[in-house]
């Protein structure tokens, strides 16, 4: 049988990473999307109506999922996997 140690230390550091990353592409995905919807200043037609709405469309619907779903991983990181961590931590010690 296999022992595997986790420190909940680390799987806080880790989290914390995930969850600076996570925020960084929001940022920049929201940035993007910005930046195309300012198109229509400078392109018209059909084709840039139908490529900005698409584009937007799409980032609204993916970027805010993608985003939930790894703040959910990184609230599971630290609720589940770092606080059971630190319980056996704990238990072991003798506290």
């Known amino acids: ?4 140690l986790v420190d909940s230390t680390k799987v806080l550091d880790v989290a914390a ?4 990353l996570n925020n960084n592409l929001h940022d920049t995905m929201e940035s993007s999307k ?3 919807r300012s198109l229509d200043t400078v392109w018209e037609g059909k084709a840039a109506d139908e490529t900005i709405i698409t584009f937007c469309q799409f980032m609204d619907k993916y970027s805010v999922a993608y985003h939930g779903m790894i703040n ?6 630290r609720n589940s996997v770092a606080a059971g961590a630190a319980q056996v931590e704990q238990a072991n010690i003798g506290g």
């Open 17 to 20: 990473q995930i969850e600076r």
């Open 72 to 77: 959910n991983f990184v609230l599971f990181l």
């Open 34 to 36: 910005n930046k195309v």
């Open 1 to 4: 049988m296999s022992t595997y």
